[in-house]
DNA sequence: GATGAATGAGTTTTCATTCAT
DNA sequence: TATGAATGAAAACTCATTCAT
C-alpha cells in the first residue's frame, strides 16, 4: 500500500506501535479492557490483528505499555521534584500538586490504570506494582524529611497520607469533570493544599 | 432429581437468591465481572442455569443488586450520623470513620463497585450514579454547615473535599490490607483525622 | 453423560455425541486431527460448535475417546482369545488374526490411532500408552506361554516378535486395499501363518 | 545490513539450505509437521523466513526434500545389497537388516516419513508413492527370486512379506528405544532373521 | 541474496441466553 | 420452580506467504 520508509508508518505518518498504542489506550479507557476486542483496536488504528500480533505478543502486553508508558513518565516528574532544592514544603506541594496536573493530562492512562490492572498477567502484575511501590516510597520519604525537620505534623503515619493523597488522584478519572469551574492547575492546587493543611502539625 | 418442594432454600438453608448474590460476590470481586462466568456462579452457587435466570433477569442484574445492596447500606449509616444530635465536627468525623470501616467490612463490594461500574447498563449506570451522588450531597452538607458555622475553613469548596476523601475510600480495596498494623477501626480513625486536620480553619 | 431421551437425538435418532463422534472419526482418518477443524465436524455432525463443547471439552477430548474405543474393544478381543481353552498355538493363531480383521473393520481408528497420538496431550497420552502396554503384555503372555511349552522358537525374544507383528498391523491402514485379491479373514490368515512359521522351532 | 557477498554459509560453515533442511527435520519429528511453524524453523536455523522462502517454495516443499533424501538414501542400499553375488539368502537377510539399522540411523526422517505423508499436496503424494513402490519391488523381486530357486517357502504371496517387513520397519520410531538391550544391528539381526525363519519352506 | 513488516483467512474456544420439558 | 442441551456470535490468537527494500 501506501510506503513510506520502511513501510511502518501509513498515512497520517505515525509508526504502526504508537498508532496502536493510542487506539488501544483511548479504547479501554472509553470500555474497560475486557470489553474491548482486538478487532477494535486494529480498526481503530487502521491496520490488520497481523500487525498487531507482529509489534505485540498480546492484548496483555499492550495493557502493560500502557502502564510502563504512565509509570516512567510520572516517576521522572516526581524525581525532578524531589530532587529541587527548595524547602521541604514546597518540594511536596509542588509533587502533590504535578501529579493531579499530569493524571489530568492523561485522564485515559489513568483511568485504565486504577480500573484494569487486575487484568495484567501475575508477572507483570508483580513488575508494575514494584515501580509502584518504588512511586510511592519516594513520596513517603518527601513526607517523612518535612516530618523529621518538624515541618510536617507526626501524627499520621507517613504511608498512611501518601495512600489517602494517592487515593484520590488515582479516582480522578472518576470524578473529575473538565467542564468543571477550575483549571486542571487550580485544581491541583486546592489539593496539595488540602494535603499540605493536613499535614500542618 | 433431589425432589425440595416449596422451598427456595436447599443444602446450607440459606435462599436461592442470596446465594447467588454471595456467590456473585465474591467471584467479580476476585476475577472481575467480564472474567466471571455465569457457569462459574452457578456452581460456587449450587444451582443451575435455569435458577439463576429464574431470579435475575440477567448477569448484569446481578452487578446492579450488589451495587444496590452497598448503597443502601451505606446511605442508611451515613444518615444515621449526620442526623445525629452531636456537634458538627464529631458528625462528620463520626461519619468519615464508619463509611472507612463499613468499606473495609465490605471489601469486596467495594473492589467491584469502583472497577466494574462500566460493566452495568446505561440506564443502571444512571440510576447507580444518581444514588450516589445523593450520598455524596448528604456527605457535603455536613461540610458546608460545619463551614457556615465557622468550625471548618472554607478554603477548599465543599465537594473537593468530598471528592478527596471518598476518591481514598473507594481505593481502599487497592491498598488496605488486612494484615496491616492498624484495625479496621484504628485506620478509620487517622484518615478522619486527616481530614478533620485539612478543615481546620 | 450418556443421555438418551431428552432431545439428545435429532434428525436420523442417533445421539448428538455419538454422531460428534462417527464424524470426527472419519474426518480425523481421512485428513489428519491438525488438518481437521472444529467446524468441519460440527457441520459433518449436523450440530454447532457450542453443542461440541457441551459434550466434550476440547477438540483433543474428542480424539482420545475416538482411542479409548477402539483400546476397550481391541482388549476385550484378546482376553477373549487368550482365555480359551485350545492348545497355545491355536489361541495365539486366532488372536494374531483377529487383530488383523477388526483392524480392517475399523481402518478408520486404526489409522488414527497410529498417525495422531502424538496429538494428545502428554496426560492423556500416558493413559493410553499404558493401556496399549497393557495389551502388548498380554499378548507377549501367550508367545512366552508357547516358548516354555517347547512349541516356539525361543531365539527371538517374546517382546521383539510382538512389536514386529503389530508393527504390521499398525501399518495397515497404508498398505491395505480393499480392492485387493484377499478378503480380511484370508489376508489376516496369511499374516497369522507367516508369525506361526517365525515362530516354529 | 550485514554484508556476506557471494556465500550462502554462514556462522558454523554449513549452507544455509542443509541447516534449514536439519531444523526442519528435526522439528517435524518432534512436533509433526502441521504443529511445527515456518518461524519456529527459520529461528532453529538461525536464518529468517525470507531466506527460507528464497531456497524453497513452501513449507511443502521442505517436507518433499526430507522424504526425498531419505527415499534415495533407502534405494541406494538396496540397489546395493540386491546387487551382490552371494546367494539370495545371504543378500535378502543383508538388505532387511540393513534398512533396520538405517532407519534407526534416521529416525526422525523415518517417523516423519509414516505420520507425515498425508501433508504432501497430491503431487507430491504420488511422486512420493511412485518411488516407495519401487523399492518394494525391488525387495520382492529378491523374495520371488528365492522363491522360484526353492529356498523360500511359496505359501505367503511375496508382496505380502514386504508389506509384513516394512510395516514393522516403518513402526520403528514407535516402539524403538535407544537404551535397549540391543545395539541396533542386533536388533537387525533378530528381525531379519524372523523374516527368514518365517520363509523357510 | 536476504530482510522483516504486513496481510487476511484461519484456528480453537467461550459464553450469555433460550426453551422444551 | 427448575433443568441442561443447544445456540450463535464473538473472542484471542496463529500462520504461511508476499513484497518493497
Same mark, same amino acid.
Given at each position: 500500500m501506501a510506503a513510506v520508509a520502511r513501510t511502518t508508518t501509513d498515512g497520517d505518518g505515525t509508526?504502526?506501535?504508537?498508532?496502536?498504542?493510542?487506539?488501544?489506550?483511548?479504547?479501554?479507557?472509553?470500555?474497560?479492557?475486557?470489553?474491548?476486542?482486538?478487532?477494535?483496536?486494529?480498526?481503530?488504528?487502521?491496520?490488520?490483528?497481523?500487525?498487531?500480533?507482529h509489534y505485540f505478543g498480546s492484548k496483555d502486553d499492550l495493557l502493560h505499555e500502557v502502564y510502563a508508558r504512565v509509570l516512567r513518565l510520572q516517576q521522572e516528574r516526581l524525581d525532578a521534584f524531589a530532587d529541587g532544592s527548595e524547602p521541604i514544603e514546597q518540594r511536596l506541594r509542588g509533587a502533590a500538586a504535578d501529579v493531579v496536573v499530569t493524571t489530568i493530562e492523561n485522564l485515559d492512562d489513568a483511568s485504565i490504570f486504577f480500573r484494569s490492572m487486575h487484568h495484567l498477567s501475575p508477572e507483570k502484575n508483580?513488575?508494575?506494582?514494584?515501580?509502584?511501590?518504588?512511586?510511592?516510597?519516594? %513520596?513517603?520519604?518527601?513526607?517523612?524529611?518535612?516530618?523529621?525537620?518538624?515541618? %510536617?505534623?507526626?501524627?499520621?503515619?507517613?504511608?498512611?497520607?501518601?495512600?489517602?493523597? %494517592?487515593?484520590?488522584?488515582?479516582?480522578?478519572?472518576?470524578w473529575y469533570r473538565p467542564d468543571g469551574p477550575l483549571t486542571p492547575q487550580q485544581l491541583a492546587d486546592q489539593l496539595a493544599d488540602l494535603l499540605l493543611r493536613a499535614l500542618r502539625p
Open positions: 509508526p504502526v506501535p504508537q498508532r496502536l498504542l493510542a487506539a488501544a489506550t483511548r479504547l479501554f479507557a472509553e470500555q474497560g479492557y475486557d470489553r474491548t476486542s482486538v478487532q477494535e483496536i486494529v480498526e481503530a488504528a487502521g491496520v490488520t490483528k497481523g500487525a498487531l500480533y508483580k513488575q508494575v506494582r514494584a515501580e509502584r511501590r518504588r512511586y510511592h516510597e519516594r %513520596f513517603r520519604a518527601l513526607i517523612e524529611e518535612g516530618q523529621k525537620a518538624g515541618v %510536617f505534623s507526626t501524627e499520621t503515619p507517613a504511608d498512611l497520607v501518601v495512600d489517602y493523597h %494517592f487515593g484520590s488522584v488515582h479516582h480522578l478519572s472518576t
